[in-house]
């Protein structure tokens, strides 16, 4: 007879067991690809990889994270344009039938990209083998005449179907690319309201076309060509790439970007898979297109980002190098410092109060010589580490070339204007107008619709006069209707000042040491989402 103490052996090993089967299972679901098991037993025909980078912002020098604002949900290592390069060439060692593509947003953000208009960042990019790339809204911030240059430098195609100049298509709008024997049809969109978004203002004949009316012409003469498949670079943001797509048919991919967002899985709206591969050089998309009877039937996405230095590509790496060097000799001087990290993080300044633009407030409110100063958290793309205070960290979060204004407005425009900024609340990845202050304070209730958010404003303990003549600072890109303002276009100019990052800069300066904290100038109330 079998004693308990061996029973009870028994029933260990057998639970014992099963816990090891259920690991087993648990880490061959998440370990391995069945997609290439598929592939390898012939189930289908053809795999093609497709490599996405987006939203870049003329970061070509590799960056520990230092509490900046990389991706939204997380904060990552900028990679730089070198280190992406190695990563490239070994994703293509393994799989040869393979395309690069960007969408957007690559020449525009950096101390480094702003020496001579981008001229590293295209030495650079031409290296990498892109095969095509859709121009982003920020493309356009050093003028719509350098665009066209930088397109005449490139070694590939900017792609856009819905860009034109005086009635004629700016750039093409589509390729087809034959890659492992399939015909990959690619076309590109974006932003319509680029023209809002642009720092720089280009001739008034560019138009930016309906996006859903330029995709479905595309997609049909991709049809006619009889292509394999289709895949959209946009530039429009993942919400309206969804929209569009469910009113675009035959669209097999689409590779977003404007919003920044890190999509760790792929979406798939109807017969569509979405993806997004985060910004500022922090990761690699991998879209692995499977094939049967020449349509695509499944995808895997897989994202890539490195630490390994040594995989940086030597060529691409002496240009990062040659381009960070002039950029930290222009500002390696000291201006001051500061007791704390101040707060640049994109989903923060889009959304809520923070110390630097509190700091960055206070600095065009004195400089001036204004009641009130506002400015949209969109202009903020960094935060300053804490310490020493260069020049250069200075310039990194401010690198759009946004100047100075003052100008005399009612009190009536300040209210319009900040519920104005208040409509995408609390999205901070596009809600790039949201208003940051400097001399009042205001409430808004978190619960309410679009329109109807902003509480009270204050001056000094009292309700701002809505009768009253104020002079606001705030920046040339507002005044001239940027982020859709209309509040300011009418507004009497009254002075003409430096650069944001100059006003910061001498402010600082003139303070030796400054304090990284808030003072409750932004107040929500009934806060819903968190």
Request: net charge negative; no cysteine; charged share 25%.
């Amino acid at each position: 007879m079998e004693s308990a103490a061996t029973r009870k052996s028994y029933r260990n090993v057998i639970v014992l067991g099963v816990l090891l089967l259920a690991l087993i299972v648990y880490l061959t679901i998440r370990l391995v690809n069945f997609n290439e098991v598929k592939l390898a037993a012939g189930f289908y025909d053809k795999k093609i990889t497709i490599m996405s980078t987006a939203d870049i912002h003329g970061h070509l020098v590799y960056e520990e994270a230092n509490g900046g604002y990389y991706t939204l949900d997380e904060i990552n290592t900028q990679m730089g344009l070198p280190l992406m390069k190695g990563i490239v060439e070994d994703i293509r060692a393994d799989n040869p039938d393979s395309l690069l593509l960007d969408s957007g947003d690559m020449f525009h953000g950096t101390n480094e990209a702003n020496v001579n208009e981008a001229e590293g960042i295209v030495k650079a990019i031409n290296l990498m083998g892109y095969d095509a790339m859709a121009p982003g809204n920020h493309d356009f911030d050093y003028g719509f005449d350098r665009l066209l240059e930088i397109k005449s430098e490139l070694k590939f195609p900017m792609l856009s179907a819905n860009v034109s100049y005086k009635g004629e298509a700016v750039f093409q709008p589509y390729l087809i690319k034959e890659v492992g024997g399939l015909k990959i049809g690619l076309f590109g969109l974006t932003v319509p309201d680029s023209l809002s978004n642009m720092n720089v203002f280009g001739p008034s004949d560019v138009r930016f076309g309906d996006p859903v009316a330029a995709a479905r012409s595309t997609v049909a003469a991709l049809q006619a060509e009889q292509v394999n498949a289709i895949i959209l670079v946009s530039h429009l943001g993942d919400d309206r790439d969804k929209e569009l797509v469910e009113q675009v048919g035959g669209i097999d991919l689409v590779l977003s970007g404007h919003h920044h967002w890190l999509y760790k899985k792929a979406d798939r709206v109807g017969d569509t898979y979405v993806v997004e591969a985060g910004s500022y050089s922090t990761h690699i998309g991998q879209a692995d297109l499977y094939f049967r009877d020449g349509k695509v039937v499944d995808l895997s996405w897989t994202l890539h980002q490195s630490q390994d230095r040594s995989k940086e590509d030597p060529e691409m790496a002496a240009i990062a190098d040659e381009y960070y060097a002039i950029a930290f000799e222009k500002g390696k001087r000291v201006v001051g410092s500061t007791d704390a990290v101040l707060d640049g993080v994109r989903s923060h300044v889009r959304s809520q109060e923070t110390n630097l633009a509190n700091l960055l407030t206070d600095a065009m409110r004195e400089a001036g010589d204004a009641d009130i100063a506002l400015l949209n958290g969109g202009s903020i793309r960094e935060s300053i580490p804490k310490g020493e205070i260069r020049l250069y960290d200075v310039s990194k979060p401010l690198p759009f070339v946004n100047s100075l204004m003052t100008v005399e407005v009612r009190g009536d425009k300040i209210y319009e204007a900040i519920e104005r900024g208040l409509r995408g609340w609390p999205n901070g990845s596009s809600n790039g107008g949201f208003l940051q202050v400097s001399g009042i304070s205001y409430t808004f209730d978190g619960s309410k619709p679009a329109g109807k958010r902003l509480v009270s404003v204050a001056k000094d303990g009292k309700p701002l006069d809505k009768d009253k003549l104020y002079k606001l600072a705030t920046n040339d890109y507002l005044v001239y209707g940027g982020d859709n303002y209309e509040e300011f276009k009418d507004a009497k100019q009254l002075y003409k000042g430096d650069l944001l990052s100059t006003v910061l800069a001498d402010y600082i300066e003139s303070k030796g040491e400054v304090e990284g904290k808030t003072d409750g100038r932004i107040t929500v109330i009934n806060e819903r989402y968190k």
